[in-house]
């Protein structure tokens, strides 16, 4: 009788212990019931978005630092959840030059299978990675680079959070017009203007932008004269210029370019009553850290940075206040054009675009969701929105939200100064003192 009374519990005690295990909060139970705070859910397998930076050669500096805002970006999206709970995963490509560009497209897109790719703060760069996205059906996400020929060759998955040239090279010569011209009490077309750019597709469709716009509004274009950014010696061209005497001058340079050309006109006594930089080395710290005083007084025609709170949402002055503390922590600084762009489009992308995609496997779904983005201007923390210009348009996936603005050099510092809604500070020295009489 024993025996078969143990025969008989064994079974059910096996029963009882299954049963239990089933009613309990095993580890083993699926990650999306769990609700609570306490709860451990599985990890979600990261987005995987291709990141492709000038990280060596020539442009590191500005590529390296435009990967860190956007990178920044992600980090503080993944703090705050991801992307619909899935963390996000920057895979790194280097490119110093076009060649490279197109390569590390080809290996992000085949090798690691990536369905959407950021990037590249050049224009040359862009050029060459875009179209390798486009022939493979991969979203291409421009950040920075300027060149107007991105937007224009009829491609369906490349996109353009950022200014474009035109957009900076018609902000220059508005403010002209509309700013220096009469500061200057010079009638716009008896004013003298200079035009100089390096002769790479940023500073050429840079300039060719202003050019036209120049000649539209009557303004008297007194020279217009390329150069090489790697350029040792810029004598020449200071020369050249000094002869015409232009009022103002608008560069389109490079930060080693831009430094060079400012102690070669001081070194040879130019003195344009106005200076405008269009981004890129006019833009960065590193031009009053090499100029100290002499910087003071130039204008730059870039995209807007550290703007007047006003002019933001709330949700975005509170962005802006986190962006600006941490990149302090990083770099001892304050955030440059630049860097805003890469950031406040990477954080755009990855809280108001993709949580909208059906899906973030498929290029066509994330395709969807840029198109369908409407982020009214105010929202980024540079003041910008988001609303991309249809298939069907010339410039088609170009933000008609993005806008260039005006800082200038005061005090060692960039601040903003027009439009007025987006200004800081005060326009100070129009015109420009002679070198002679500045910093006195």
Same mark, same amino acid.
């Given at each position: 009788?024993?025996?078969?009374?143990?025969?008989?519990?064994?079974?059910?005690?096996?029963?009882?212990?299954?049963?239990?295990?089933?009613?309990?909060?095993?580890?083993?139970?699926?990650?999306?019931?769990?609700?609570?705070?306490?709860?451990?859910?599985?990890?979600?397998?990261?987005?995987?978005?291709?990141?492709?930076?000038?990280?060596?050669?020539?442009?590191?500096?500005?590529?390296?630092?435009?990967?860190?805002?956007?990178?920044?970006?992600?980090?503080?999206?993944?703090?705050?959840?991801?992307?619909?709970?899935?963390?996000?995963?920057?895979?790194?490509?280097?490119?110093?030059?076009?060649? !490279?560009?197109?390569?590390?497209?080809?290996?992000?897109?085949?090798?690691?299978?990536?369905?959407?790719?950021?990037?590249?703060?050049?224009?040359?760069?862009?050029?060459?990675?875009?179209?390798?996205?486009?022939?493979?059906?991969?979203?291409?996400?421009?950040?920075?680079?300027?060149?107007?020929?991105?937007?224009?060759?009829?491609?369906?998955?490349?996109?353009?959070?950022?200014?474009?040239?035109?957009?900076?090279?018609?902000?220059?010569?508005?403010?002209?017009?509309?700013?220096? !011209?009469?500061?200057?009490?010079?009638?716009?077309?008896?004013?003298?203007?200079?035009?100089?750019?390096?002769?790479?597709?940023?500073?050429?469709?840079?300039?060719?932008?202003?050019?036209?716009?120049?000649?539209?509004?009557?303004?008297?274009?007194?020279?217009?004269?390329?150069?090489?950014?790697?350029?040792?010696?810029?004598?020449?061209?200071?020369?050249?210029?000094?002869?015409?005497?232009?009022?103002?001058?608008?560069?389109?340079?490079?930060?080693?370019?831009?430094?060079?050309?400012?102690?070669?006109?001081?070194?040879?006594?130019?003195?344009?009553?106005?200076?405008?930089?269009?981004? !890129?080395?006019?833009?960065?710290?590193?031009?009053?850290?090499?100029?100290?005083?002499?910087?003071?007084?130039?204008?730059?025609?870039?995209?807007?940075?550290?703007?007047?709170?006003?002019?933001?949402?709330?949700?975005?002055?509170?962005?802006?206040?986190?962006?600006?503390?941490?990149?302090?922590?990083?770099?001892?600084?304050?955030?440059?054009?630049?860097?805003?762009?890469?950031?406040?489009?990477?954080?755009?992308?990855?809280?108001?675009?993709?949580?909208?995609?059906?899906?973030?496997?498929?290029?066509?779904?994330?395709?969807?969701?840029?198109?369908?983005?409407?982020?009214?201007?105010?929202?980024?923390?540079?003041?910008?929105?988001?609303?991309?210009?249809?298939?069907?348009?010339?410039?088609?996936?170009?933000?008609?939200?993005?806008?260039?603005?005006?800082?200038?050099?005061?005090?060692?510092?960039?601040?903003?100064?027009?439009?007025?809604?987006?200004?800081? !500070?005060?326009?100070?020295?129009?015109?420009?003192?002679?070198?002679?009489?500045?910093?006195?």
């Amino acid at each position: 009788m024993f025996q078969r009374k143990r025969k008989v519990f064994w079974p059910i005690l096996l029963l009882a212990i299954v049963f239990a295990a089933g009613c309990s909060g095993s580890p083993s139970a699926p990650a999306d019931q769990s609700t609570g705070p306490s709860s451990s859910p599985e990890k979600k397998d990261p987005i995987k978005i291709g990141a492709i930076f000038p990280l060596s050669g020539s442009l590191a500096l500005l590529g390296t630092e435009s990967f860190e805002a956007a990178d920044l970006a992600r980090k503080i999206v993944n703090e705050q959840g991801g992307v619909n709970g899935r963390p996000v995963e920057f895979i790194k490509a280097d490119a110093p030059d076009a060649t !490279a560009a197109a390569n590390e497209a080809n290996r992000l897109i085949s090798k690691e299978g990536v369905k959407l790719i950021i990037g590249t703060y050049a224009s040359g760069l862009a050029l060459a990675a875009a179209p390798v996205a486009e022939r493979n059906g991969v979203v291409y996400y421009e950040l920075i680079a300027s060149s107007d020929k991105l937007n224009q060759q009829g491609f369906r998955y490349v996109f353009r959070v950022n200014d474009n040239s035109t957009k900076l090279g018609t902000a220059a010569v508005d403010f002209v017009e509309e700013a220096l !011209a009469p500061r200057l009490q010079i009638e716009p077309e008896k004013l003298k203007l200079a035009v100089i750019f390096e002769d790479g597709a940023f500073g050429t469709a840079a300039a060719e932008i202003v050019k036209s716009r120049a000649l539209q509004s009557g303004i008297n274009l007194v020279a217009y004269e390329n150069y090489k950014a790697t350029s040792v010696d810029l004598s020449s061209l200071v020369l050249k210029l000094k002869e015409v005497n232009p009022d103002v001058i608008i560069a389109a340079s490079y930060v080693n370019d831009a430094v060079l050309f400012q102690k070669q006109a001081k070194q040879y006594d130019l003195n344009p009553k106005a200076f405008i930089g269009i981004t !890129a080395g006019y833009g960065l710290p590193d031009l009053a850290e090499n100029l100290g005083k002499d910087a003071n007084g130039i204008f730059v025609v870039e995209a807007p940075a550290m703007v007047n709170p006003e002019a933001l949402t709330e949700e975005a002055r509170k962005l802006d206040e986190e962006f600006r503390k941490r990149w302090q922590e990083m770099k001892g600084r304050d955030p440059a054009g630049h860097a805003y762009r890469a950031f406040s489009g990477t954080y755009a992308l990855l809280t108001q675009i993709l949580p909208n995609a059906a899906s973030v496997e498929d290029s066509e779904a994330i395709r969807e969701a840029l198109l369908k983005a409407d982020i009214p201007e105010g929202s980024l923390p540079n003041g910008w929105g988001i609303k991309f210009l249809p298939e069907i348009d010339p410039n088609a996936g170009l933000n008609e939200r993005s806008f260039a603005a005006i800082q200038q050099w005061q005090d060692e510092k960039l601040v903003m100064v027009w439009p007025e809604k987006l200004a800081t !500070a005060e326009i100070k020295d129009v015109p420009l003192p002679p070198w002679k009489d500045r910093n006195k």
